[in-house]
């Protein structure tokens, strides 16, 4: 039996990783206290791993041992730890977010559910969408369309995701623009302080910057930006590629930049708390990942007017005008990136317009219109 007041206004967040909550889930729980709601987060501690990062802003954190892998032998775990939660409190909300979290706290809170407790799932790109390979469809599609009939409202960020929710999946379902950029952190800055920053952080002022951020892995596709760089370097040596995040690829990726002479070129620059100073001193910010939700690393540098080089996929496209705000270039395409490098170093004056459209282009995703949306779902206007 559930204990507890179902009158009270507590809410539970759940992801897989504690520093998802902490990027993408501080707005929310703001919004949340602020209408008096007491927050409570149910993630696996990573945050060792991230710099130090921290999570603050709930009333209560636990520790869940989430794994990513549907076989990991944790989740088991996690699942039982997530119906005593539930247990112990009765929550009026339960939001949970990412895949394996998502199918885990959708799974724990049947109970809860028939008991009036309201559950909503924000997707942050399913894994099955247009021209996504079949087994994804396989194996990630039956298991979202069946977890709907246990999902109060579906939370989409991409209008791609939303369509084909509506369509096909029982459940309420929303669009919001991301999860919000804070316009206290990123926005641009006076070429003089730019400068400022540029010395304070150890390059010279006439280096030309390109910042690459996200975790280290395959699907985001660093390896492609670095040799990018690599044909660049053959036409124009000064250039600095920065790449921002830690993960599984790290060591092959400073293998391939030590096999490309890019010792001087490629900085790895770790996990960062203070991305916005990196986003301001670049001069292009660029992503080649295979797969993406909503690039929050693209909305951040269109707000500081950074033109952006973008691969091809769901998310970048609902982001970049091709030729307006930046460029989209397939994934492998090489020369498709180096090109469009080289095209943006030589001529600042398309790059400085490209900036211009991309911040106008971005004001929907600012974090006050995010929450503002979240008011409406959460049903407090």
Not at 90 to 113: E, F, Q, W
Not at 325 to 340: E, H, V
Request: hydrophobic fraction near 40%; proline fraction near 4%.
């Amino acid at each position: 039996m559930i204990k507890g007041d179902l009158h009270l206004k507590k809410v539970l967040i759940t992801a897989t990783v504690q520093s998802h909550i902490v990027q993408f889930h501080v707005p929310l729980i703001d919004m949340l206290h602020k209408h008096g709601y007491e927050v409570h987060a149910a993630a696996r501690n990573n945050l060792a791993e991230k710099n130090g990062l921290k999570l603050e802003s709930p009333d209560r954190v636990y520790d869940i041992p989430f794994d990513r892998s549907p076989f990991g032998r944790n989740n088991i775990i996690a699942y039982i730890r997530l119906k005593k939660i539930m247990g112990d409190n009765m929550y009026s909300i339960i939001h949970c977010n990412t895949p394996m979290a998502g199918v885990l706290t959708r799974l724990a809170a049947r109970k809860a559910r028939k008991a009036g407790t309201k559950v909503f799932y924000t997707a942050h790109g399913f894994h099955f969408y247009k021209g996504a390979p079949f087994k994804n469809w396989l194996l990630y599609y039956p298991v979202e369309k069946w977890l709907a009939w246990h999902t109060d409202r579906i939370i989409t960020i991409t209008k791609e995701d939303f369509e084909m929710a509506s369509a096909r999946l029982r459940s309420q379902v929303f669009r919001i623009h991301g999860v919000g950029v804070s316009p206290e952190r990123f926005f641009p800055v006076p070429a003089e302080e730019m400068i400022e920053i540029k010395k304070k952080l150890g390059y010279s002022e006439d280096s030309f910057l390109l910042l690459c951020t996200g975790e280290l892995n395959r699907n985001k596709n660093q390896s492609a930006v670095i040799k990018a760089v690599a044909e660049v370097v053959k036409t124009d040596s000064n250039i600095k590629l920065l790449l921002a995040g830690n993960g599984p690829m790290e060591k092959e990726l400073k293998k391939l930049a030590k096999t490309l002479n890019l010792d001087k070129n490629v900085i790895f620059l770790g996990y960062r708390t203070d991305l916005e100073k990196f986003v301001n001193i670049s001069d292009i910010v660029i992503s080649a990942s295979f797969r993406e939700g909503l690039g929050l690393n693209i909305i951040e540098a269109m707000l500081c007017a950074k033109p952006v080089i973008a691969s091809i996929n769901r998310g970048h496209k609902e982001l970049v005008r091709d030729g307006i705000t930046g460029y989209l270039i397939f994934p492998r395409d090489i020369r498709g990136f180096a090109g469009s490098i080289l095209n943006l170093k030589q001529d600042r004056n398309l790059a400085k317009e490209m900036g211009k459209a991309g911040k106008n282009t971005a004001q929907p995703f600012l974090s006050g219109n995010v929450t503002g949306e979240l008011r409406k779902i959460y049903d407090m206007e």
